[in-house]
DNA sequence: GTAGGGTTAG
């Protein structure tokens, strides 16, 4: 035999067994022999382009495909896969319809593929059209394609459940016939009969038989459609029917518990999971995660996430978001960081998981760079992304960026309205804040539960208490919304703030759920502004009914006896706290300078700086003193002398990190700083002068709002 | 042919 039919011989016997083909190289090698030794004939030509699309290798594959004319099933079949395998699904629908207009008829490995991309495409009418393709060729009763089908209708479901889909419009492709008119001519080959939405049902009971497969796919379409009972019923009912729940199943089921918050059944299907060798998969695990953080579990979370064998972008998004939402911000931008460092590349839901991190802690500079990436990414259009930013530049002080990015985005959805709302209503643009809250109610958004906090916060900020009241009505009676707690609590606020103590006393007794110490606590921070000491103990003897162990509460009763110079009865709240060992938490404020944080706690000598700082704060009270500041001693609650209460003052942590803004960044530039804690009435007034001295802009972040101080006046307008 | 993670408050 000479060697060219040797190589002929071969070529051959691999055609016949293209599976023994290992590697792209080799395929690309026979591809060069059958040029040399075959006849062009369509089916040998099929099997190469099946070659070529097992190895997902779309172009070459095209590039046989194209030289066919007409190409056979094999071809068509093949070519199809490949598309859908390689995620382009509109040229998989638009092959498998121009294939029809050949009048070629479909095989059944065929539908799974096409049916997806009905589902990805968000076209039910073309899904139908081959629901009905399906019916006529009688192969409804395939597994393969029933399973499929049993997908589409699901993911249609959960489409019309979750916020309606769009019919997706054809392009034309090159070379391919009109989509629009081959759709058309499919749907009136199916006749009027309409396929109902209620399908999933439908074909699943139609199916001779069902594999796992198929009752994960019900069981999946149920609990993405929020049918949690219906998705476990089908998971008992499974079991009877002796299909053994594998690893889709499971982690179909998990996040259901995780919503419920329901540990017990968590921690059973971690172990069914641990029993069955699935506790390794990667899908399992990020459901582990997320069930255990939602179960307020977060070591348990970090544990699964230590022992996964290998992690990817959700995996590490899962135990990032559960540490972000379990209050753990600065464990949740360190792993962050690390998952940057394991050459993971970020997706959107990283980015809106991380944020709210940054705007919790105030890091602005961490906020930018994120920013950055995200414009780098192309995500500023993500809705949950600008939402996150939106959150996160008001609550480092930038409102003026916040609303640009809000103004910026092309759909305001209710929690990116929510957002801007409670921004402005942070920063005390009360008017601001209740006029966009008309305006969203006015493009059709829906009001919810947190939004209305927002706008009580808003009226908090002003005093505005009719417009609350009004709110407050409106939302049982417009919206359906009960209040809850944060309700009764920014109410309470608000009134105390605006000296309606006993209107708020009322208010407090009356409500339909039991008071907290902590709405109780509201009303006695707004007794000692307003000095009102008898309301204050009866105030506070409620505290200490429900919260014995309240320290905030001992802290202003013993202050206000201060104030009022009764000084036994302070040192009674005082020694009280010490016998229970209940400590005060150290007033703290920071301030960010060259991308790093600087932490002062008030009375702080520690800092390498302090000298400097002492010296500027020295000059400044001194240049303050000669406009005209007094200081106002009536904030210290300690029996001490005069001198030693203006040092006490002198040393508050606001004003170290103050001074040391001042001297370690260019003149002219905001300052911005956070308190652990309210600012006092004293530094509120010292640094109003400050900013008209030094003319800055500063901007300060308490427990409750911020503060814009410019040219000797605040934002807040001293009411706060 | 089937599965997992996100934004507003607290």
Redesign the pocket.
Known sequence: MTSSSSAKTLVKTILKTPQTLKTKFQAKQLHAQFLKTQPHSPSSTSILISIYTNFNLLQDSLFLFNSLSPPPLPAWKSIIKCY?NSGLFLNCLTCFIQMRGFGICPDHKMF??VL?ACVFLKNLRLGESIHGCIIRLGWDFD??TG??LL?MYAKFQSLEVNGGYKVFTFNMLDGMPKSDELCERLAQEKGKSVIQLDSVTKVFKMMPQR????W??VI?GN??NGMYEEALKMVREMGNANVKPD??TL??IL?IF?EYADIMKGKEIHGYAIRHRFDS???????LI?MYANCAQIEDSCHVFNLLPQR????W??II?GC??NGMFDEGLKLFRQMLMAKVTP???????V??AC?YLTTLHLGKQLHGYIIRGRFDD????A??LV?MYAKCGNIKAARWIFDQMEHH????W??II?GHALHGHAYDALSLFEQMEKDGVKP????F??VFTACSHAGLTDEAWKHFKRMSQNHGITPGL?HYAAMADLLGRAGKLEEAYEFISSMHIAPTGSIWSTLLSACRVHKNLELAEKVAKEIFKIDPGNVGAYILMSNMYAAARRWKDAAKMRIFMKKKGIRKEPACSWIEVKNRVHTFISGDKSHPLYDRIFKALKDLMERIEREGYIPDTNEVFHDVEEEQKKYLLFSHSERLALAFGIISSPAGTTIRITKNIRVCVDCHTAIKFMSKIVQREIIVRDNSRFHHFKDGECSCRDYW
Do not use: C, H
């Open positions: 859908a799974p593929f997806k597994l393969f399973n499929a997908n594999d796992v497969v198929s994960n796919t999946a609990a993405q690893s889709f982690s179909t996040p995780a998969d990667l899908y399992i695990g990020s459901s997320d990817d972008d959700i995996s998004n899962s978001a972000v939402q997706r959107e839901v990283s980015f809106s998981s944020m709210p705007a993500n809705v949950f992304i939402s996150s959150d959805d209710m929690v990116s929510t957002a409670m919810n539960y947190v939004s906090i927002a944060e």
